[in-house]
């Protein structure tokens, strides 16, 4: 596709259920990066992936939280046993390449994912 | 102490203004800095980067960098209503791109 895309675009779940959020990256990026955004907050580093190896997934806020990558393209984040805390709007990018941003590397958002936990 | 400090605002100006945002940041790191807007319910996308300390500009934008006292800020010139978004610095180290907090930013007519 043109740009990032991600479903579901909303999703209502009730608290202690599971959700899976699914980013499909722009065609040829090897990075992919997934953020949160509280309202009212600036976006909150989650994980990045590299190919499907994430060199860094220190901002997972718990345990409960997870993410996949599959044939260096798709990614689904996971949130087990969901908290009312965790509604957000949950957002992917994707870059040609992450271990440098310059300016043939320019991360690209998706339109998000907004969660409400019930 | 954040990586990337930003006064939230929210800013109100009239079209027409010259609008001025401004971030902070802590950690001296190899880095690019970045400034992206956001329209309501929808995703960030890039207005521009830069590395270097100094000033860069593209349209009514300009984007100025001063290493030495850990600042970056956004110019606006000549306001418009179509400008009213929340307005996010980020600086990038390895693949990690750190945000500021946002500044909501309405001009009106």
């Known amino acids: 596709g043109a740009g990032v895309s991600q479903s579901p675009s909303n999703k209502v779940t009730e608290k202690g259920k599971d959700v899976e959020l699914r980013c499909d990256p722009i065609s040829g990026h090897t990075a992919l990066y997934w953020y949160r955004q509280s309202l009212g907050q600036g976006l909150e580093f989650l994980i990045y992936f590299q190919g499907n190896s994430a060199p860094d997934k220190s901002g997972l806020p718990s345990d409960r939280f997870s993410a996949e990558r599959t044939g260096g393209s798709v990614s689904t984040l996971t949130i087990q046993r969901t908290q009312q805390e965790d509604s957000a709007v949950y957002l992917c990018?994707?870059?040609?390449?992450?271990?440098?941003?310059?300016?043939?590397?320019?991360?690209?958002f998706g339109e998000g994912s907004w969660l409400t936990v019930v | 102490q954040k990586e990337v400090e930003q006064d939230p605002g929210p800013l109100s100006v009239p079209e027409g203004a010259i609008v001025s945002l401004n971030c902070t940041y802590s950690n001296s790191a190899f880095q690019y800095f970045m400034w992206y807007r956001q329209y309501s319910r929808k995703g960030p996308e890039l207005l521009m980067y830069t590395y270097s300390s100094g000033n860069k500009e593209d349209g009514r934008f300009t984007a100025q960098v001063d290493k030495s006292s850990k600042y970056i800020s956004l110019f606006i010139r000549d306001s418009q209503p179509s400008d009213s978004a929340t307005y996010l610095c980020?600086?990038?180290?390895?693949?990690?791109?750190?945000f500021g907090q946002g500044t909501i930013l309405t001009v009106h007519p």
């Open positions: 990018a994707s870059s040609l390449a992450g271990d440098r941003a310059h300016s043939g590397n320019t991360i690209y």
């Open positions: 980020a600086r990038t180290s390895y693949g990690k791109l750190t």
